[in-house]
């Protein structure tokens, strides 16, 4: 592949309420994706930010008795706080209400309008304020005396408005066509299919400006109209870029976005509403949406009113950033729902990072101190079990980057934590206890297990930033200039260089610490 930029996104949050589990999962995975294609070489735009206007953000501003601009500002900085404390690798925080933004939206408006495809009429329909979104009447039930979506289950109310149409109908056959030509543009198939056959039912036009409120991007020559909160929020990802500036360098560098990581509830907006935003306007449609399943709590979806909010600070306290992060990647299947519990991740932590990984880790750091006076062994020799570990780095490296680029999360970190317990394996096998007549074999043994620390610990580095770079700190590398290639070869460890042992990675948990 010649073209060496990834540009990649998370949802923008709604600031209307402190952020949770499911928002940062959205964020850790996007992260996961960035750092291991800056470790690759690429030129990497990761963007991340807060989706401010609309009636869902008006509304929660007026019930805290605040403007709605105070009230974003408040939430966005827990946002952008939260970024920190994920460690997220974004490369830019953007928010809808800066001018930036403003000034990208209006010229995408009127570009659409100039191409005609806008045109002002009467809505008249169901709207759920807490979905910003507008459904059909065959999407609609009535529980408990009220009227709800059977998409989200949100209530929705009768809206009858002036309002802005955007001509969706006239995008219908485009957008099946190039679903077509781009048999994976939609990712997990099970959702590209649930899209296709939402398409083929008929599109309708799209109400794209709201009258009855106010807090929102006005529409350019209609002041008494704000547009529609997912016109004005799909922009974000073009005006980061500094779109309407075509000749900037993000621009050019970065558009079409090479993956936008969404929720599976937002998936009509980014694969319907957003390509077809982008035909109208001649501008190139994004290479990828991948929309991963929700964050469980209980077993059910987190809502303020249900109490099951998982607070991801909390979670952070109690296990530690990577072990969070760790057991996110490995344990929830990408794209479907995943459950969390204290049990599991409790597991998870003990199984894989303080038995297998942290243990590997310890025990060859320990022996090396030992065995070598903490230097790292010069006089060494592979042989063919020795070459045999090494090399099946080597000989995968076509594969992990294919699960990379095919959003194989799972596998990916499945095939480090494999490697991880054949290098524990490969220790016990040729138990370099045993072999202190033969100094040559212990030190062959210490050298390839420093070897495999190093290839593991690179591969974990976009999963377990922290942990996996002091592993590799303990080898005196440096991180900033490690690249991913280094992993097909085994003499980089400097031979007579002192081990700098930066200590244990992983406690284990116990049943009582928690
Ligand atoms: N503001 C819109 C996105 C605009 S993007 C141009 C929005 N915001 S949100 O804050 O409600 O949700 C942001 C993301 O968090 C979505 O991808 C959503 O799917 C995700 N999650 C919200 N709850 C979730 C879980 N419980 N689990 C996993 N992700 C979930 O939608």
């Given amino acids: 592949m010649d073209n060496k930029n990834y540009y990649i996104t998370t949802p923008i949050y709604y600031p209307s309420g402190n952020p949770h589990m499911g928002h940062a999962y959205s964020s850790i995975v996007a992260d996961v994706f960035a750092r291991f294609k800056r470790l690759d070489g690429y030129n990497v735009f990761f963007l991340t930010g807060t989706d401010e206007h609309g009636l869902k953000i008006q509304k929660a501003a007026e019930e805290n008795n605040q403007k709605p601009k105070d009230f974003c500002d408040n939430i966005s900085r827990i946002f952008k706080d939260l970024s920190k404390s994920l460690n997220l690798s974004n490369d830019d925080f953007i928010r809808t209400t800066e001018k930036r933004h403003h000034k990208a939206v209006q010229f995408l408006w009127d570009k659409l309008a100039s191409k005609g495809y806008i045109y ?19 999407e609609i039930v009535e529980k408990d005396g009220k009227k709800i979506s059977v998409i989200s289950g949100s209530v929705v109310e009768w809206v009858e408005e002036e309002s802005f149409f955007f001509k969706l109908s006239s995008f219908q056959e485009k957008l099946l066509e190039f679903y077509n030509k781009n048999p994976e543009f939609i990712l997990p198939i ?8 939402f398409v083929k039912r008929g599109l309708k036009d799209l109400s794209v400006s709201r009258k009855s409120f106010s807090w929102g991007i006005k529409v350019p020559n209609n002041k008494k109209h704000v547009i529609y ?23 050019k560098n970065f558009w079409p976005a090479t993956l936008h990581i969404i929720g599976k509830d937002i998936l009509r907006f980014h694969t319907i509403y957003w390509p077809a935003f982008l035909l109208a306007a001649d501008i190139k449609l994004p290479n990828r949406v991948y929309g991963h399943g929700w964050i469980l709590s209980d077993k059910e979806k987190m ?14 306290k109690i296990y530690g950033l990577d072990q969070l992060r760790y057991y996110l990647i490995k344990e929830v299947s990408f794209g479907n729902d995943g459950n969390i519990s204290n049990e599991n991740i409790e597991n998870c932590i ?13 025990r060859s750091f320990s022996f090396a101190e030992k065995n070598c006076k903490g230097i790292v062994p010069s006089d060494i020799d592979f042989n063919s079990q020795d070459l045999k570990i090494l090399n099946s780095f080597s000989n995968n490296i076509k594969k992990i980057r294919s699960l990379i680029d095919n959003q194989q999360l799972n596998n990916y970190v499945k095939f480090i934590i494999d490697k991880s317990s054949q290098a524990n394996k490969y220790f016990n096998d040729e138990a370099p206890w045993n072999k202190k007549d033969n100094k040559k074999r212990l030190n062959t043994i210490v050298y390839v297990s420093l ?30 200039t490690l ?7 085994h003499l980089i460890i400097k031979p007579g260089s002192k081990l700098n042992n930066q200590g244990i990675l992983f406690n284990k948990i116990g049943k009582n610490d928690s």
């Avoid at 002002?120 to 065959?138: I, P, Q, T």
């Avoid at 099970?190 to 056959?197: D, G, L, T």
């Avoid at 809502?303 to 952070?316: C, Q, T």
């Fill in 229 to 251: 909160v997912w016109l004005d929020a799909l922009t974000n990802y073009l005006s980061a870029l500094n779109y309407p500036n075509l000749e900037d360098q993000l621009f």
């Fill in 303 to 316: 809502s303020k009113s249900k109490g099951n909010i998982l607070d991801p600070v909390e979670m952070i």
């Fill in 190 to 197: 099970s959702r590209k299919n649930e899209v296709i056959s």
């Fill in 120 to 138: 002002l009429s009467m809505y008249k329909g169901w709207y759920s304020v807490s979905d910003e979104a507008y459904y059909n009447e065959d």
């Fill in 451 to 480: 070897e495999i620390i190093r290839k593991i610990s690179i591969l974990l580095l976009p999963v377990i930033p922290y942990s996996a770079n002091k592993a590799l700190t303990s080898l005196n590398l440096n991180t900033k």
């Fill in 350 to 362: 003990n199984s894989d990072l303080a038995n297998n990984y942290g243990n590997f880790c310890q």
């Fill in 483 to 489: 690249k991913l290639d280094s992993i097909t070869d």
